[in-house]
Nanobody, 128 residues
Framework: QVQLVESGGGLVQAGDSLRLSCVASGRSFRSVGMGWFRQAPGKEREFVAAISWSGGSTYHVDSVKGRFTISRDNDKNTVYLQMNSLKPEDTAVYYC?????????????????????WGRGTQVTVSS
């Protein structure tokens, strides 16, 4: 079992930055791949970014490439999502998730069913 708790969301203006954190507890954090997803009002949850267990491989969806960066600190059992140049369309509840996969092929880790554990989410609201 892995328990995940997100933090760092809030209300910001367009162009601002936020850093989301997700702290994991339970089984070894180093053995799981991690991802960030988001769900905007009235829309389905969508993939944002993934990172391999070592942090050596990352993948970001096109809509956030160059603005968002996923990273992890295995000593702190924490995964981060640095979000810069935020846009109103980034408004959503952001979820972190952990998956029992060890492949560095993070580009293929976009499906929700590849993730076994989920946090409760943190709200990010970007005003124009």
């Amino acid at each position: 079992q892995v328990q995940l708790v997100e933090s760092g969301g809030g209300l910001v203006q367009a162009g601002d930055s936020l850093r989301l954190s997700c702290v994991a507890s339970g089984r070894s954090f180093r053995s799981v791949g991690m991802g960030w997803f988001r769900q905007a009002p009235g829309k389905e949850r969508e993939f944002v970014a993934a990172i391999s267990w070592s942090g050596g491989s990352t993948y970001h969806v096109d809509s956030v490439k160059g603005r968002f960066t996923i990273s992890r600190d295995n000593d702190k059992n924490t995964v981060y999502l640095q979000m810069n140049s935020l846009k109103p369309e980034d408004t959503a509840v952001y979820y972190c998730a952990a998956g029992n996969w060890h492949s560095p092929a993070t580009r293929s880790k976009v499906a929700e069913n590849l993730y076994d554990y989920w946090g409760r989410g943190t709200q990010v609201t970007v005003s124009s």
